[in-house]
């Protein structure tokens, strides 16, 4: 059974950085397609960065390119989201995810099989 748990979100004030970390168990990740997605309040959810190849490509959203870096551990089987330059636009809710395969198209939600709970970032002005 995959399951991914993501942990690290919290409030910060803009300008800041924190880094979430999402756990995986049942999946091997570096064999995988993993991403970052999130969800805003009333808002559809997006895509933030993803990876593939064990790490070696990466694809990023326009909005966080600069300022984010996914990242992964594969002897800890896990995968970082380092958010720097935090904005007040940056809040929301961020979903670890998994795709069954090995390669997807930029963040296509649809090649993503597996998703965490998610974490809760919050973004002060």
């Known amino acids: 059974q995959v399951q991914l748990m993501e942990s690290g979100g919290g409030s910060v004030q803009a300008g800041g950085s924190l880094r979430l970390s999402c756990a995986a168990s049942?999946?091997?990740?570096?064999?995988?397609?993993v991403g970052w997605f999130r969800q805003a309040p009333g808002k559809e959810r997006e895509g933030v960065a993803r990876?593939?190849?064990?790490?070696?490509?990466?694809y990023y959203a326009d909005s966080v390119k600069g300022r984010f870096t996914v990242s992964q551990d594969n002897a800890k089987n896990t995968l970082y989201l380092e958010m720097n330059s935090l904005k007040p636009e940056d809040t929301a809710m961020y979903y670890c995810?998994?795709?069954?395969?090995?390669?997807?198209?930029?963040?296509?939600?649809?090649?993503?099989?597996?998703w965490g709970q998610g974490t809760q970032v919050t973004v002060d002005s």
């Open positions: 995810a998994g795709a069954s395969g090995s390669y997807c198209y930029r963040l296509r939600e649809y090649d993503y099989n597996y």
């Open positions: 049942g999946y091997t990740m570096s064999r995988h397609c």
């Open positions: 990876m593939y190849t064990g790490g070696g490509s990466t």
